[in-house]
């Protein structure tokens, strides 16, 4: 059973940086392409960027870039997302989240979120 | 990127009515790589279409998605009452995959 398990909830003063973690289990992480998507207290959903586990290859959209950055540690299964500069706008539960052909079928599976507050 | 345009913000329904959702894109959607998803207050989203068409595994047969293109529609065909939550749309047929600002279902 694939699961993504993620960090706990963070507080973050204003330029600081958020660090948050995916503990991915039941499949194997270099054969994953990771994304990252943030909702905003009462907002909707925002993608911030992808991660091809497999080729290394990341793109950020384009709000994110240049603040933005996305690691693995495959010998712990842990996909890692980073955000710098955080402003109070930053405030927002962050996902990362996959999806897995098996077979005819698709998984689509998520972490259970973060909360990062970012506050003075 | 891709801009996604949800219609309507909000819709009022029954339980029990059809639930017409749009999702209109700036551009074509490559492949018509172009999923929905609901999510319920607290919880992540949970897929419930991809690829324009195919319903994911467990979603129940009355949720059903078309369209091509620039323009596509996510049918419920009779509302039950877990059913009145948010819905979005996603494209990933691009490199940089984006959301639509969703629509809210409520019971009329």
């Known amino acids: 059973q694939v699961q993504l398990v993620q960090s706990g909830a963070e507080v973050k003063k204003p330029g600081a940086s958020v660090k948050v973690s995916c503990k991915v289990s039941g499949y194997i992480l270099s054969e994953l392409s990771m994304n990252w998507v943030r909702q905003a207290p009462g907002k909707g959903l925002e993608w911030m960027g992808a991660?091809?586990?497999?080729?290394?290859?990341?793109t950020y959209a384009q709000k994110f870039q240049g603040r933005v950055t996305v690691t693995e540690d495959t010998s712990t299964d842990t996909v890692y997302m980073e955000l710098s500069s955080l402003k109070s706008e930053d405030t927002a539960v962050y996902y990362c989240a996959t999806r897995i052909w098996f077979g005819e079928s698709l998984g689509d599976f998520w972490g259970q979120g973060t909360l990062v507050t970012v506050s003075s | 990127e891709i801009v996604l345009t949800q219609s309507p913000g909000t819709l009022s329904l029954s339980p029990g009515e059809r639930a017409t959702l749009s999702c209109r894109a700036s551009q074509s959607v490559s492949r018509n790589y172009l999923a929905w998803y609901q999510q319920k207050p607290g919880q992540a989203p949970r897929l419930l279409i991809y690829d324009a068409s195919r319903r994911a595994t467990g979603i129940p047969d009355r949720f059903s998605g078309s369209g091509s293109g620039t323009d596509f529609t996510l049918t419920i065909s009779r509302l039950e009452p877990e059913d009145f939550v948010v819905y979005y749309c996603?494209?990933?047929?691009?490199?940089?995959?984006?959301f639509g600002q969703g629509t809210k279902l409520e019971i009329k």
């Open positions: 991660f091809d586990v497999k080729d290394g290859d990341t």
């Open positions: 996603q494209q990933y047929g691009s490199s940089r995959g984006t």
